[in-house]
């Protein structure tokens, strides 16, 4: 069983950054790795990075290479630092623990960035 609380969203003027937090707890034995998706109004849900529980390899989607950065704490905590927001960042963002047969998601964090 594995539980995920996000927290550090909020309302950003475009340009700024703001810093995703998420808290893991039970078991992640099994799991490949952590990521962060987000899904805007009407549209489907995206991966936006993923890095691995072993090792720290990292994925991000092209939209976003070279403007966020993710990271983990030793699969505690992973981290989605974002900077020079844009408005098409606008969404719901969902920590997740990806297995080979499931995945667990957080409750989401809201994410508005205005222009």
């Known amino acids: 069983q594995v539980q995920l609380v996000e927290s550090g969203g909020g309302l950003v003027q475009a340009g700024g950054s703001l810093r995703l937090s998420c808290a893991a707890s039970?078991?992640?034995?099994?799991?490949?790795?952590m990521g962060w998706y987000r899904q805007a109004p009407g549209q489907q849900r995206e991966l936006v990075a993923r890095?691995?529980?072993?090792?720290?390899?990292t994925d991000y989607a092209d939209s976003v290479k070279g403007r966020f950065t993710i990271s983990r704490d030793n699969a505690k905590m992973v981290y989605l630092q974002m900077n020079s927001l844009k408005p098409e960042d606008t969404a719901v963002y969902y920590c997740?623990?990806?297995?080979?047969?499931?995945?667990?998601w957080g409750q989401g964090t809201q994410v508005t960035v205005s222009s």
């Open positions: 039970g078991s992640i034995f099994s799991a490949n790795t």
């Open positions: 997740a623990v990806e297995g080979p047969f499931m995945t667990s």
């Open positions: 890095i691995a529980i072993r090792g720290y390899g």
